[in-house]
């Protein structure tokens, strides 16, 4: 575990930090599809990111959900460290979208290392801001963007993602995530292989 900590954040932590993040924190395999933070949920640690890819949903008063934004490797949660540092329940459903490797590390060590570490005071600020360009891009796309280019968005963002242009999921995945119905979906989706964006197959998306 401690190369996998010097590969994703030894560029931006101290050595004394990564040593005290291998001894302190939990170490966490998860498998696609598990459910990692509730709605509701009080949170008592935020999360490293050293593999994998995660996503962030706001679910409404209806249960439907909408997809705010990913984390990928060295990413962490915006939304978490706010809730542990004010000790607020969960606003949002994490779940893991692809296999994942996660470090938790313990509330109390937060406000501890912003204090004694510049760089993991920098990487929280880091954070922040990217978690809220993230959401900021995610409104822009609802509010200013049709389904059409919502939906072409969001496969250009799995290629990356997945690093494959073979994307199993299911309409029905899809329209969860978009915050749309199924049927509207799979119309769309059909449109897009009439003009050669992609290939729908039996299990899977092949984005051309």
């Given at each position: 575990?401690?190369?996998?900590?010097?590969?994703?954040?030894?560029?931006?932590?101290?050595?004394?930090?990564?040593?005290?993040?291998?001894?302190?924190?939990?170490?966490?395999?998860?498998?696609?599809?598990?459910?990692?933070?509730?709605?509701?949920?009080?949170?008592?640690?935020?999360?490293?990111?050293?593999?994998?890819?995660?996503?962030?949903?706001?679910?409404?008063?209806?249960?439907?959900?909408?997809?705010?934004?990913?984390?990928?490797?060295?990413?962490?949660?915006?939304?978490?460290?706010?809730?542990?540092?004010?000790?607020?329940?969960?606003e949002i459903h994490?779940?893991?979208?692809?296999?994942?490797?996660?470090?938790?590390?313990?509330?109390?060590?937060?406000?501890?290392?912003?204090?004694?570490?510049?760089?993991?005071?920098?990487?929280v600020f880091n954070?922040?801001?990217?978690?809220?360009?993230?959401?900021?891009?995610?409104?822009?796309?609802?509010?200013?963007?049709?389904?059409?280019?919502?939906?072409?968005?969001?496969?250009?963002?799995?290629?990356?993602?997945?690093?494959?242009?073979?994307?199993?999921?299911?309409?029905?995945?899809?329209?969860?995530?978009?915050?749309?119905?199924?049927?509207?979906?799979?119309?769309?989706?059909?449109?897009?292989?009439?003009?050669?964006?992609?290939?729908?197959?039996?299990?899977?998306?092949?984005?051309?």
């Open positions: 575990m401690i190369q996998e900590l010097k590969n994703n954040y030894g560029s931006q932590f101290e050595p004394q930090l990564i040593e005290e993040i291998y001894q302190i924190a939990t170490f966490i395999e998860a498998p696609e599809g598990q459910d990692l933070i509730q709605p509701g949920q009080f949170i008592k640690s935020m999360p490293l990111l050293l593999s994998g890819s995660i996503k962030i949903m706001r679910p409404d008063d209806e249960g439907e959900e909408l997809l705010l934004y990913h984390l990928e490797k060295g990413d962490t949660c915006a939304m978490t460290m706010t809730c542990c540092m004010g000790n607020t329940k969960s994490a779940v893991t979208e692809t296999p994942a490797q996660i470090l938790m590390i313990p509330i109390g060590k937060m406000e501890e290392w912003s204090s004694k570490y510049k760089s993991w005071r920098n990487f954070s922040y801001h990217e978690r809220m360009m993230e959401l900021l891009e995610s409104i822009d796309n609802i509010a200013f963007n049709n389904m059409d280019e919502r939906l072409e968005n969001y496969l250009k963002d799995k290629i990356q993602i997945l690093n494959s242009k073979h994307i199993y999921i299911t309409h029905r995945e899809i329209a969860n995530d978009l915050h749309t119905s199924r049927v509207v979906v799979s119309r769309l989706l059909k449109k897009m292989e009439n003009r050669k964006f992609i290939k729908l197959h039996r299990s899977f998306i092949e984005v051309l």
